[in-house]
């Protein structure tokens, strides 16, 4: 192990992709019976995007792999590990190492994480343990996800809400601070049946005594308002529990950045906590909930717009299936403001 590994984590670089198609609302009231003041007026959705072919997440993951790279100064070559948080893989044997093969990351190991909603945020707190160990130093985290693959076309309960897209971030290891101030993870798997996208087989006998199931995935199956009371509940309190962990108080807080399923839920959760409304990222009308990917895209939107300066802290709260949820108190960059 080298001497000069720091133990600190800096996220120095960020990146977003999403498909060139758009599916407007209007466009979705074609395809099921349902409005554009129906959808925007209880989700706060406007449109999302629609991804094409067999390799479309390994496409956009390595397009926002490259961009936060780029920003972070990183040549592909130096990283050390890459954590894909997905829960549509193009290859369900992972395709992170698809991603790595693609980006030229030739040292890096790769690996997917599956934590629905919550798997950017997941994979953050992955990468900072292997960071604060020592075991490696530089980090791509990405999460994405192409759920329109698994969606119930003719579901308006659910096909309106989600889109697809990609979003990543550089992580580094930090000599002089640690800048993942504070983090807590949570899953309840009693809740699983809430959402789900779940393998159906059926019997195929191979002998008189043996038989093995062989089947596909399910569309996604929700209880909407069982979600929504979930999360409003949830939420603010993981983000309460990682700001203690932090040493924090909300109103430390610059930016409020949310998993961007609902803006009824990230209007809730920012009442609960007396955020303001100007400190809460949203960015769900122009994508629609994109699941792993939302995060990182709405963070990379903010900070590309100017908005999130270095230093700025920002709460950051995944949650969904799984149940799972978890929130991370982090400072964008490398420099103090
Ligand atoms: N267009 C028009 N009408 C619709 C649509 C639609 N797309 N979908 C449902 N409706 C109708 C229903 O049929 C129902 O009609 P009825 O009263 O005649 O039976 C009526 O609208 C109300 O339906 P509800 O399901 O009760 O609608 P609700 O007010 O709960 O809103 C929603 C649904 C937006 C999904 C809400 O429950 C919610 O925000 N839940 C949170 C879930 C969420 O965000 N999930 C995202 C994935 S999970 C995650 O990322 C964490």
Known sequence: ?????????????????????????????????TSDE????????RQRRLAQGDRALTGI??????????????????????ILATSTPDDLFGTAS??????????????????????????LVTASQFIRTGAYRTVLVIGADVLSRWIDWNDRRTCVLFGDGAGAVVMQASDTSDRLLGFDLHSD????????????????SLTPDIAVQQGTYQPIAMSGQEVYRFAVKRVPEVIEKALFRAGMSTDQ????????????????VAQRLSIPSDRVISNMASYGNTSAASIPIALDEW??????????????????????WGAAIFQWGQSDR
């Open 253 to 268: 807080v610059d930016w409020l950045l949310l998993h961007q399923a609902n803006q009824r839920i990230l209007d809730a």
């Open 38 to 45: 129906w959808i925007a007026s209880r989700t706060g959705i």
């Open 189 to 204: 798997g009693r809740q699983n049946s809430c959402l789900t996208l779940p393998f159906q087989g059926a019997e195929r």
């Open 61 to 82: 993951s390595a397009q926002a792999g490259k961009a936060a790279l780029e920003m972070a100064g990183v040549a592909a070559e130096d990283l050390d590990l890459i």
């Open 303 to 324: 900070v590309r717009q100017g908005h999130i300066k270095p230093g700025d802290v920002i709460a950051a709260s995944g949650f969904g299936a799984g149940l799972t």
């Open 1 to 33: 192990m080298q001497q000069d590994i720091g133990r600190g984590v800096a996220i120095i670089g960020c990146g977003s992709a999403a498909p060139d198609t758009v599916l407007d609302n209007q466009g979705l009231s074609h395809v099921v019976d």
């Open 98 to 123: 698809l991603i790595q093969a693609e980006l030229g990351a030739i040292k890096a190991v790769g690996f997917d994480l599956t934590a629905a909603c919550s798997g950017f945020l997941f994979a």
